[in-house]
């Protein structure tokens, strides 16, 4: 690029490159997704859920602000071939002007977030977490190279750096302070360690310019309706249940949604960077390849089905394994969240699909009107009485309603079959309720919780990939995610004897 920063390798497009890059975003969440398993292990022995419910209702708050950040900046600069150093420099710019403002509206209405929930502490935690805003803001724009070069493994090196020292900060911060003060100000400083490391790892300096604020405006406003729709979408069943129930089990909420989100959601995230970038760059409408962009659902949906769905069915061992017995309450809700997550996180590869191939308006249309629904469905059930249970029922049923009317506007797109792609997507959730109904069925009680969840979890594994395959050989063997994974296990298999011999 004429900026500076080293030119796009296209070599690094190549199927093996993708599947690379797929592997170490992968990696690259579950590193992260570990140590924040570590936090929460610990953190939850260290805190009540009453404090965990505080944080749970800023960061929602926090969230429906943050709203406004998200204009698409990021993803304009990856649609952009070759941007310049004006490109990054206004791109910056933008952040910069628009966090630093988002971050004193947050302070503003921090007093507005403790009355609407009637929780006092929420006024002076959501200041200090506005905080956040600003750091973000300053943050080096630079880093936006690792994902259009690919280069995940630089990004996977500083955020692991960044989340254990925020890790060793916060658990210091809740042995001294015992309260959900040591949440907040783990945020705060993971944020300010994040700031401080995308400068040490990418040489890029930023510089104060608006040059080419028509160009990336232009591009991403479809891009920010999309995104803030999700974050509604993704928020409004936390913000009914605080509007209905006591602060701990805002707590039981938050945390069962944030363990299910690990499985599910995360993956989705890791796994959409390389899909966004790889299908942007082609600028090739998804008609031209339809049978790629069957069996990515299919192969998300490989994932996110048995990780949601088994995460369901084990449950109560989880939460007692993971939390103890204090968060037992979380079970139950548990079982409702981890499933419509799961149907979440092959939707948003729908959104991503979409925005990447310059369908932004589509996945924005699409996006508001799920958030829309889901947003009336909670509150209504709220309004109507119907309790915690039954605003994460009604979440249930509302993403699985999202899922299938996103696969109807995607096959209209990408001008495949519905029943094609309703069978590619169904088949692992069909897999994953089979396997659902053999762990319930078994039910191994060895008297040990974390006996229990082992065995359970191998069980369900062995039953999910011999149900997939029944399915799909049942099927008549369709070109999809279950064989192109079925070649790539062969390939390995033969690399590896031919090491051997």
């Not at 009355?115 to 880093?143: H, K, M, W, Y």
């Not at 979408?233 to 602060?247: D, M, N, S, W, Y």
């Not at 308006?361 to 699409?366: E, G, K, N, P, V």
């Amino acid at each position: 690029m004429a900026s500076g920063i080293s030119k796009v390798e296209h070599e690094r497009t190549g199927s093996g490159g993708v599947y690379r890059s797929a592997a170490t975003a992968v990696a690259l969440t579950w590193v992260l997704r570990l140590i924040g398993f570590c936090a929460v292990f610990l953190l939850a022995r260290l805190l009540s859920p009453r404090d965990f419910g505080i944080m749970a209702l800023a960061a929602a708050a926090m969230a429906l602000v943050d709203i406004f950040s998200a204009l698409g900046i990021r993803q304009a600069l990856l649609r952009i071939p070759e941007p310049e150093r004006a490109h990054l420099d206004t791109a910056w710019t933008i952040q910069l002007i628009l966090l630093v403002v988002l971050a004193a509206v947050l302070a503003a209405t921090a007093p507005a977030v403790a009355a609407f929930f009637d929780e006092p502490a929420l006024a002076p935690v959501t200041a200090v977490l506005s905080l956040r805003f600003v750091l973000q803001g300053l943050a080096n724009i630079g880093i936006v190279e690792f994902d259009r070069t690919l280069q995940l493994g630089k990004d996977l090196r500083m955020r692991v750096s960044v989340r254990l020292a925020a890790l060793v900060g916060t658990v210091i911060a809740a042995v001294l302070l015992r309260s959900y003060w040591a949440l907040a100000i783990g945020l705060v400083l993971q944020s300010a360690l994040h700031l401080g490391a995308s400068y040490l790892f990418h040489p890029y300096r930023p510089r104060f310019s608006l040059a080419k604020r028509a160009e990336l405006l232009n591009v991403s406003l479809w891009m920010f309706l999309a995104y803030a729709a999700q974050v509604v979408h993704h928020q409004a069943e936390r913000l009914a249940v605080g509007k209905i129930a006591a602060t701990h089990v805002v707590g039981f909420y938050s945390i069962g949604k944030d363990l299910a989100s690990i499985f599910t959601m995360e993956i989705a995230t890791a796994l959409n960077r390389v899909t966004f970038v790889t299908t942007a760059r082609t600028g090739a409408p998804l008609h031209r390849d339809a049978g790629r962009a069957v069996a990515m659902l299919g192969s998300y949906a490989m994932i996110a089905a048995p990780a949601g769905i088994g995460i369901a069915a084990v449950a109560e061992d989880t939460v007692a394994v993971l939390f103890g017995a204090q968060w037992l309450a979380a079970a139950p809700l548990l079982q409702l969240i981890a499933p419509a997550l799961a149907l979440y996180a092959v939707y948003k590869l729908i959104v991503s699909s979409l925005q990447a191939s310059g369908r932004a308006r589509t996945a924005a249309i699409m996006s508001c009107a799920g958030a829309a629904a889901t947003a009336t469905s909670v509150f209504a059930v709220a309004a109507a009485g119907g309790g915690v249970l039954g605003i994460a029922a009604a979440a249930l049923v509302l993403n699985a309603i999202t899922l299938l009317a996103g696969m109807l506007v995607f096959a209209r797109v990408s001008r495949v079959s519905t029943m094609r792609l309703a069978a590619t997507v169904g088949r692992p959730f069909a897999a994953a309720a089979a396997m659902f109904l053999l762990v319930k069925l078994a039910a191994v009680e060895t008297g040990y919780a974390l006996a229990d969840l082992g065995l359970s979890i191998s069980l369900g594994a062995a039953a999910y990939a011999a149900a997939l395959l029944s399915i799909w050989v049942a099927s008549g063997r369709p070109e999809g995610a279950e064989s192109t994974a079925l070649a790539l296990l062969r390939d390995r298999l033969g690399a590896q004897l031919r090491q051997v011999t």
